[in-house]
């Protein structure tokens, strides 16, 4: 247990909405990530972060963005969501000398 | 960072050892094997990793050829709760984007009684 959590960890929304799922650890590690999994693509890197207010793109990082103000927080926002994202979102950690990720339990994002 | 290849799909009776192989032929000098597993709806859970020497933990052991092209992990007594899908991973230890990691489709193991 990598002390992750993410809330919310089911939602509905409606096309055009704006969305934010949030991404908490509580050892004060310093690169997170967040995952979208969808059947037969498995998991695809979204957006990650190597500290404080530094934050990067993955490979699927259109219609996302992310923020970072604290070490233990990772927040992803879809600023319009739309159907096609919809997924299972994972929020991960590195950790150890060769930054092993661990992930956290998953939220799923439905748009309707 | 290399790609890497492995079956579909395997069996495995439970008590018995599985073994998942991987190939990464065009792995470079600095690149890892990385195996995560997912359980279904879990997020993937690290399993092991290793450069060229065979690796053991609690989980399993990562047996790597030679030549540093394919690799098996190995569950020894393979139980229900093993049933998941295993992703084989290569990549360099580190790097400045921390680790991220490429994801395959996997294999799917389904340990049967």
């Known amino acids: 247990d990598a002390g992750i959590t993410q809330s919310p960890r089911h939602k509905v929304t409606e096309t055009g909405t704006p969305v934010t799922l949030r991404c908490h650890q509580t050892e004060n590690h310093r690169y997170m990530y967040w995952y979208r999994q969808d059947p037969g693509h498995g998991l695809r890197l979204i957006h990650y972060s190597y500290g404080v207010k530094d934050t990067d793109k993955g490979e699927v990082s259109d219609g996302y963005s992310v923020s970072r103000s604290k070490t233990e927080d990772f927040l992803l926002t879809l600023e319009s969501a739309t159907s096609s994202q919809t997924s299972v979102y994972f929020c991960?950690?590195?950790?150890?000398?060769?930054?092993?990720?661990?992930f956290g339990p998953g939220t799923r994002l439905t748009v309707t | 960072d290399a790609k890497t290849t492995q079956p579909t799909s395997m069996d495995c009776a439970e008590g018995r050892a599985a073994n998942l192989p991987c190939n990464h032929s065009t792995i470079s000098g600095n690149e890892y094997v990385y195996w995560y597993r997912q359980i279904h709806s879990q997020g993937p859970q690290y399993i092991i990793h290793g450069l060229k020497n065979n690796e053991t933990n609690e989980m399993a052991s990562l047996i790597i050829t030679e030549d540093r092209k394919s690799s098996t992990l190995i569950l020894p007594h393979a139980t229900l709760r093993d049933t998941a899908v295993y992703y084989c991973?290569?990549?360099?230890?580190?790097?400045?984007?921390?680790?991220?990691?490429?994801f395959g489709q996997g294999t799917e193991l389904s340990v049967k009684p």
């Open positions: 991960a950690i590195s950790r150890g000398h060769s930054y092993e990720q661990y």
């Open positions: 991973i290569v990549r360099r230890e580190q790097s400045n984007q921390g680790g991220k990691l490429i």
